[in-house]
Nanobody
Framework: QLQASGGGLVQAGGSLRLSCAAS????????LGWFRQAPGKERECVAA????????LYADSVKGRFTISRDNGENSVYLQMNSLKPEDTAVYFC???????????????????WGRGTQVTVSS
């Protein structure tokens, strides 16, 4: 089970930090990703991180602004979002992939567990 938090309303240029805590089957290794979905748009992967934390990937639209990190001791993943833009407005989801713990994937269907989304709204 995954639980995301940290969303909210922020002005353009501001920052937010999303958190996601995993519970239950946490003894397995798993990759983690942050996805977002805006109204009328497809769900997209904005960042992913391997089990070790040594590999990360970002969508081009967020490179240099967002940072994904994880704390396996806390079974948590974070998304630091800086220089937010109105186009970052979306519901953000965290997800875990058991098969893709070392090799990263952006495909939502390769993620096994999903948290409930948290709304991020960026005003202009």
């Amino acid at each position: 089970q995954l639980q995301a938090s940290g969303g909210g309303l922020v002005q353009a240029g501001g920052s937010l930090r999303l958190s996601c805590a995993a519970s239950g089957r946490t003894s397995s290794r798993y990759g983690l990703g942050w996805f977002r979905q805006a109204p009328g748009k497809e769900r997209e992967c904005v960042a992913a991180i391997s089990w070790s934390g040594g590999r990360t990937l970002y969508a081009d639209s967020v490179k240099g602004r967002f940072t994904i990190s994880r704390d396996n001791g806390e079974n948590s993943v974070y998304l630091q979002m800086n220089s937010l833009k109105p186009e970052d407005t979306a519901v953000y989801f965290c997800a875990a992939s058991l098969a893709y713990s070392a090799v990263l994937t952006t495909h939502y269907f390769r993620y096994d567990y999903w948290g409930r989304g948290t709304q991020v709204t960026v005003s202009s």
